[in-house]
């Protein structure tokens, strides 16, 4: 059975014809009086021809205009009547349809400018290369001299506007004492895959009188202001506290940041914003034109403690200020760069005009809109379950899986729907695993350090209960099926709203 639409413009005129001409007919017939005055003078049965002939070029006129209706011509002939192929047809143009949609909003309200990105990255660069630069110090506690880039605008899976950037500060000890980084014992909610770190003086150096080094009285004093004692329960003695580092690290800024205003100050103009529970943002405003795109900016400072190759320590994140000697004495393991690397290695093995980190972009996009409408508690629990880090590890597990042929731009419809299904569930399993700590399946040719293997795996949806997971399940499931009514609702200037760095 073939399906077609009726077109009421046509549909309507032809009905009225038929019925006048239908009536003409009866008229004709039922008039007996008249009709045996046309008989007698020959004119009957000229008239009920032509009423025969109308109709009969009414039919074939509707015919012929069932026979133009779109894509009637175009299919082969064996599909033309079959239920398959209409299905079929009616949905790869559904497709399309939502393609073209996803495309739209994509390039203007997701995608950044490369001109625009490449002068905020610079004018970051310079601004942070400065600070970092007037921290070092040779004999005590600061930072290293550089920065690392992380975040989504060093990965290009940035959206809506490059007005926040991430930025790693290493810091470096005192010569000769050292670090041991051990695994924190237990389950408790929160803290999944943190790290104590124990600091003490290098073996052989605690009683080297001629070394240049620290003696054990200021090593004793560093750890007097850094670190927290922990209950036996979690390994017992004194430990370094990212807390006290955190508050050590905020007074060292503001001291570098008032050593180099004065340099910085013709380009533009630097404040430092701290509160609870936040992390150190230095906020950029550019002064002239050095910048040509006037974007004020906002930079994420986080201190960092080297761990290994191309890893760091980072404070472990919380919404609430820390407790002496609970969360305030762990760390988390900031595996930024090898996911950078891992970016790299399936930019090179996709093809060239994949479409993974255009997925990426588009799941922030639609999670960003779906959640507008949510009530709260729900709408808070919302941005948190389904945070960028989240997004990023779901698409990298999909990337694993392969094949990477799977992945051009011509599939990118299909690739955004097992991206959202694969989401869905892992919230309905309440297990999404961490891509790099435990995980065996990663490429050798990553050449990842020994102690991400060896890691014991870390769910990123442990600290959250099941029923809040069920919800966001379902409305991540419905923020896809409803997606092109998403879109449209929100697309109207009215609705475009920048959001806060």
Request: net charge positive; charged share 20%.
């Amino acid at each position: 059975m073939t399906a077609y639409r009726l077109n009421l413009r046509v549909f309507w005129p032809l009905v009225t014809c038929g019925c006048t001409a239908i009536l003409y007919v009866l008229q004709a017939l039922s008039s007996s009086q008249a009709g045996a005055a046309l008989e007698g003078s020959g004119l009957g049965a000229p008239l009920l021809k032509a009423s025969l002939l109308l109709l009969l070029l009414l039919a074939c006129l509707a015919l012929r205009y069932r026979a133009r209706l779109p894509g009637r011509a175009q299919r082969p002939a064996g599909l033309a009547e079959s239920p398959e192929g209409a299905w079929s047809e009616l949905r790869r143009r559904r497709q399309q349809r939502r393609r073209d949609l996803l495309g739209e909003f994509y390039e203007q309200q997701l995608r950044l400018s490369p001109h625009v990105l490449g002068h905020s990255k610079a004018h970051v660069s310079l601004v942070v290369g400065e600070l970092v630069r007037a921290g070092k110090a040779p004999d005590r506690l600061a930072s290293r001299g550089d920065f690392v880039q992380v975040g989504s605008a060093y990965e290009q899976h940035k959206v809506r506007s490059p007005d926040c950037f991430d930025v790693l500060v290493p810091l470096r000890l005192p010569p000769r004492l050292e670090l041991r980084v051990q695994p924190r014992r237990g389950t408790e909610a929160g803290l999944l895959g943190a790290f104590v770190c124990a600091l003490q003086v290098a073996a052989g150096c605690a009683h080297d009188e001629a070394g240049s080094g620290p003696s054990p009285r200021v090593a004793g004093a560093l750890s007097e202001a850094l670190c927290v004692e922990l209950p036996s329960a979690q390994g017992g003695g004194r430990h370094l506290s990212s807390a006290l580092v955190l508050r050590w690290f905020q007074g060292h800024v503001q001291r570098c940041l008032g050593a180099v205003r004065s340099r910085l100050q013709e380009r533009c103009r630097v404040s430092l914003a701290v509160g609870p529970g936040r992390p150190l943002t230095l906020h950029i405003a550019p002064r002239s034109d050095y910048v040509c795109c006037h974007l004020s900016m906002a930079v994420r400072l986080t201190p960092a403690i080297p761990f290994g190759e191309a890893l760091y320590l980072t404070p472990l994140p919380s919404a609430q200020p820390p407790a002496p000697g609970k969360l305030g004495a762990f760390w988390t393991l900031n595996v930024s760069k090898p996911e950078q690397k891992l970016l790299g290695f399936f930019k090179e093995q996709a093809p060239a005009d994949s479409c993974h980190l255009k997925c990426l972009q588009i799941l922030k996009g639609l999670r960003d809109l779906g959640g507008r409408s949510l009530e709260q508690p729900l709408g808070s629990q919302w941005n948190r379950i389904l945070s960028s880090y989240v997004l990023k590890t779901a698409l990298l597990w999909l990337l694993l899986r392969g094949p990477l042929q799977a992945w051009e731009d011509q599939f990118l419809v299909e690739r955004l729907e097992n991206l959202f299904l694969f989401l869905v569930e892992s919230l309905q399993r309440r297990e999404l695993l961490h891509l790099f700590l435990g995980n065996p399946k990663l490429p050798e040719a990553l050449s990842l350090p020994k102690i991400l293997k060896e890691a014991a795996p870390v769910n990123l949806l442990a600290d959250f209960d099941g029923p809040t997971l069920d919800k966001v399940a379902g409305q991540l499931l419905n923020t896809w099926k409803q997606a092109p009514k998403i879109i449209r609702m929100y697309s109207g200037h009215r609705y475009r709203r920048k959001h806060p760095a």
